[in-house]
Nanobody
């Protein structure tokens, strides 16, 4: 079992930055790939970024590539999402999730989810 709690969301102007954190509890955190997903009002939940259990492999959605960076610290049981050059279209609730593989980008295949943190980017 893995319990996940996100933090770090907020209101930021376009072009600004935020860093999201996802703290995990449970003994098996390092066994899982971790992902960040987001859901805007009226839209489906979408893949943002994933990272392998070791942190050596990452994957990004085209819409955030070059602007967002995912990282993890297994000793702290925490995964991060550094978001730079934010755009109004990045506005969404951001969720972290624990799943089977860094190559898995389908939300339905992730086993554990946090409650989400709101990110709002003003123009």
């Amino acid at each position: 079992q893995v319990q996940l709690v996100e933090s770090g969301g907020g209101l930021v102007q376009a072009g600004g930055s935020l860093r999201l954190s996802c703290a995990a509890s449970g003994r098996t955190f390092s066994n899982y790939a971790m992902g960040w997903f987001r859901q805007a009002p009226g839209k489906e939940r979408e893949f943002v970024a994933t990272i392998s259990w070791s942190g050596s492999t990452t994957r990004y959605a085209d819409s955030v590539k070059g602007r967002f960076t995912i990282a993890r610290d297994n000793a702290k049981k925490t995964v991060y999402l550094q978001m730079n050059s934010l755009k109004p279209e990045d506005t969404a609730v951001y969720y972290c999730a624990a799943g089977p593989s860094v190559t898995t980008i389908t939300p339905g295949r992730y086993n554990y989810w946090g409650q989400g943190t709101q990110v709002t980017v003003s123009s």
